[in-house]
């Protein structure tokens, strides 16, 4: 691929650039992206299509909401961020810049042809590299500072107390867990429960680079998906135990073999590669996803990560990665066994019960102690006072007292003392038919900024240094392209009209009466309009049109009046233009150099 | 209306609630919700409808982009928001508690029966009420400080650096000025244009409260649009014209005559209540999208502000206010005339030029001073150094040169002295055919909650005690109930292939198979899905089942093949139960308490 084709054009289409440009200079502006008209609508199709696979054939068991980008602190003291999400930072002391450590140093060091990994490493560690290969500041070469730890949440505060410290949402996870009970209970109490949310996050990156692959603002779809560690099976993986997939294990990562094996979600799961029915299954999803963004299998892989890789509240991880031409292999997606981390922490941190009930194969028989006051006696020693009395005995907790009085023969509550004839102690039994249990967390974690960057990529195509962007129809920003062949009000009147009943019908469209019709053809083949129609002589006469296909080339001539069925049928049904021609008995038009 | 039963069925139905709700009474959690599952469709289906009125139908000449929440302290500069983007605040000087001055004042004074309006008073007019009426600390009755200005802009550091000061948007806008220029560039040089967008934005209220009517951080929909104020025609107007909305204009309000009149958009337009057509086009496209949303237009109007009101950069303006039955009127767009102001203040800020070009009627013709170097007398003088010299000249402004010569006899150029005799002086006429501008702007903008919670107060209804959720079909956040009369796999079994068959055709399902089914209709009711599918005995015996329409409660039998292109037709082309029978042939059959 011609990258430098590929950026140029990313900008001239205005798929998206760099935010605040007119500013740049006077001010931080790294690390953020706009979304342009044809960006803005290829984003929102990848949305889409994710809740088609993701959400919607899953909708009994899968929800989606939505919840607050701002967060308060306690959240995060909570889910282990103010702790464990932070990235190492050095400063050089003369010039007072500020670097990623371990990048500072895989960087200098590579530039001696010297290759570490950095993974893992603490504060100390990194500094002794610094210190051991003498490394300086790139920019002025001064002197640099320790290793700290830089916290990547965005920090603010809510309303006009200073105490009261905010941050935004590094991912959208948190707000799915902090809302957790309230969705059980809507759902119906029932477990296998998903939750899925799309939305923004920051991360308040050091250094920000490499364009949408790392940014400080980025738009996540996540779904933490609640099951019972004791019933972990997956239901809904057989329909989907044949979908091939590639992954790199854990056993392979570690002896360096980053060669991706070929397997079925089947022998994914018999190989005990994920540690759960729910990794594979949503691995499958995530496979089907990436296929239908148009990146073939043989560019994606998932590949394990190690422990020390893995984030806080990971026990098992794997990153979905797809190879890019510009990047090399980058992560699209995490998918991560966060096993009870989160609602246990935020049970602690909360005071809430965030539990849910499981039933029992069998009830269990337990035994738990009653104590009931003896009124008569009370009474005797505590005359009118005695209801109190009673009221303030039915509130301890039955143990603690019979073993109060089993040791000291009475039982100091409040200014009363409660001697054995006062209570009747009884062992009742109870049949318990659930048990309380916090439910564990599958999570697959896809961050759509860099799921847009890797379909335009794959869908950028050169072709006799012509442009051909060949996105998946239904992912394209532009539906269909109307071009009447002549720029004359009889035409002209048509292709508005024909653009007017396609928009109703929610086709984005794009109109064009201006220039040659081949010159136009490439306007559309370059920006992805899947089909072009044009309005001719015969058009006139007939009220019919030509469709054209954007990768074949080929043409269908049809009437106006089954335009919306047949772009339907093209596009969302992905017929292609022979099927539609077969099965009208139409007369395909074959691509030639003089059309 | 029964209020309370509302309230109850929004939480209990999970449509929203406040976040972070666990950690209530530890942290600030006020001014923000979450969107549980009912509500999150209902939202989305709710910009979608926004997209469907405002966006698709005039795609040639408007584009929705995205851009960042968090955006960098010079853009704020800019936009007057540091400046003006403030409330006023009052601390209680014994407890410490703080204050919406405004807010505190009317409340306090409406105790005592004083009606006082505080808007457009500043500081010092505030804190003298505050001293006439010798007004208190509300909790604790203690001294309040003076009234000082609160800035509401959420403010952040972006990256390591603690002078890069970033805020949160408060309004999508500033993005769609910022990135101005290049989205004109990308849409080939065209006046109108407007530029969408659809995101979320923040304000760090003092004290929200009002549910989702106030809220720190919410989505906003708006639009910028971008005319040449030397031609404000609307070349969209004429569909319009006819369009019936209400108004309280300007000069109404200032005399307090808040009674809406009710007139088309081509009175409004002839009574010159809009400054331009633009505004009365988005008030009409405003009104329409209200409709859509089950709003009567006897509870909608524009309520004209006053210039103490207005926001800064806004020469007119109204807000579209709706009536609520809790919280009366309220304001669910703004509707914005802002002039230059924006661009002219980024061009300012920025060094850029955000100007772009209008064709003159008539070419002008202008007078350019040139100046040509004479490279003969400058070699005599400079020698070899004479094409460094006239590269210098070059970079002259020519009419500084010649004024330079003309009063002192010769120029300073760096070290080098230009004389008259070195230069060549020629006045040149030129044509020109275009002349530059900054154009001018309208903007509505909607708050999406707020919709959210009109949208559902006016479908709220009860009859006889039982709730019907009376949503447009289009915008019910789930489209369709399947409902097997018996929990039999005869009958369960097709009830899953059928929500599997409309599922795919992306419509939201919900299947029910237990209880009576009065009382799943019921549950069906209650959260607005306006067509229920029964699977009963003639469903096994000819592929039959029922539609059961919301509303009438009439019911039609259709072959399960058909019911995709039916429920298409119900939902999206709003035919109705009846006009489809009559369509198919098919009986109706009519709802009765037995049934």
Redesign the interface.
């Known amino acids: 691929m011609n990258y430098e084709r590929f950026l140029e054009f990313i900008i001239e289409?205005?798929f998206f650039?760099p935010?605040?440009?007119?500013?740049r200079g006077?001010?931080?502006?790294?690390?953020?992206?706009?979304?342009?008209?044809l960006?803005?609508?290829l984003?929102n199709n990848i949305i889409n299509k994710w809740r088609?696979i993701f959400i919607?054939?899953y909708?009994?068991f899968i929800?989606?909401?939505?919840?607050?980008?701002?967060?308060?602190?306690?959240?995060f003291e909570a889910s282990g961020h103010l702790e464990h999400f932070t990235d190492y930072?050095v400063e050089c002391l003369k010039c007072g810049r500020?670097y990623r450590a371990d990048h500072l140093i895989e960087e200098e060091l590579e530039k001696r042809g010297i290759r570490v990994r950095t993974e893992g490493l603490n504060e100390n560690e990194l500094y002794e590299l610094i210190t051991k290969y003498e490394l300086k500041c790139p920019h002025c070469s001064g002197d640099l500072s320790n290793v700290r730890k830089?916290n990547l949440l965005?920090?603010?505060?809510?309303?006009?107390?200073s105490e009261?410290i905010?941050y935004?949402r590094p991912e959208t996870a948190q707000?799915m867990f902090?809302?957790f009970?309230?969705?059980y209970e809507?759902?119906g109490r029932k477990i296998p429960l998903g939750i899925a949310q799309i939305?923004?996050v920051?991360r308040?990156?050091?250094?920000p680079r490499q364009g949408l692959v790392r940014l400080?603002?980025f738009t996540q779809m996540e779904i933490e998906l609640f099951f019972d560690p004791k019933n972990p099976k997956c239901p809904y993986i057989k329909d989907l135990e044949q979908v091939k997939l590639r992954i790199i294990p854990e056993d392979k990562v570690k002896k360096g073999a980053l060669e991706p094996i070929e397997l079925t979600v089947r022998e994914l799961i018999e190989k005990g590669y994920v540690v759960n029915e729910w990794m594979a299954f949503f691995m499958a999803l995530a496979t089907i996803f990436l296929n239908e963004l148009g990146v073939p299998l043989d560019k994606q892989a998932f590949i394990a990560k190690l422990p020390e890789e893995r984030a806080h509240y990971a026990t098992q991880a794997f990153d979905q990665i797809v190879k890019s031409e510009r990047f090399g292999w980058i992560e699209v997606s995490g998918h991560a066994y966060r096993s009870d981390y989160d609602l246990s922490r935020?049970a602690q941190?909360?005071g809430?019960d965030?539990t849910v009930e499981r039933k029992l194969e069998k009830p269990v028989e337990i035994e738990e102690v009653r104590v009931y006051p003896n009124p008569t006696k009370i009474k005797e020693s505590y005359g009118n006072e005695a209801s109190k009395v009673m009221k303030l005995l039915s509130q301890v907790n039955p143990k603690d007292l019979v073993r109060e009085i089993e040791i000291r023969g009475e039982y100091l509550l409040g200014n009363y003392t409660i001697r054995r004839d006062m209570i009747f102690i009884k062992i009742e039994k109870r049949k318990l038919s659930t048990e309380k249990y916090i439910p564990h967390v599958v999570e697959p974690s896809f961050g759509v900024d860099r799921l847009v960057y890797v379909t335009l990529e794959n869908a950028f195509t050169m072709i006799n240094d012509k442009i051909l962007l060949k996105l998946p129809p239904d992912l394209a920003p532009i539906k269909v392209a109307i071009l009447p062949i002549v720029k004359k009000y009889e035409y002209t009147d048509i292709g508005k009209k024909i653009q007017?009943i396609l928009?109703?019908s929610?086709f984005?469209?794009f109109?064009d009466d201006d220039g040659s019709i081949g010159s136009r053809y490439s306007k559309c083949d370059e920006i992805g309009i899947p089909y072009a129609i044009t309005i001719d002589e015969k058009t006139l006469i007939d009220d019919t049109v030509t469709i054209r296909d954007r990768d074949t080339k080929r043409q269908i001539r049809v009437h106006i009046d089954h335009l919306v069925q047949i772009l339907n049928e093209l596009i969302y049904e992905k017929k292609g233009l022979k099927q539609i021609a077969e099965s009208m008995n139409l007369q395909i038009i074959e691509y030639s150099h003089s059309s």
């Open positions: 289409k205005g650039w935010s605040f440009d007119i500013y006077r001010a931080e502006t790294g690390g953020f992206y706009d979304y342009g008209p960006g803005t609508l984003k088609s919607y054939p909708q009994d929800v989606e909401i939505e919840t607050p980008i701002v967060m308060p602190r306690i959240v930072i500020k830089f965005f920090q603010t505060i809510i309303g006009p107390y009261n905010g935004l707000g902090v809302s009970s309230r969705i809507l759902q939305g923004k920051a308040n990156e050091i250094s400080r603002e935020h941190y909360s809430q965030l007017k928009s109703r929610g984005t469209t109109y």
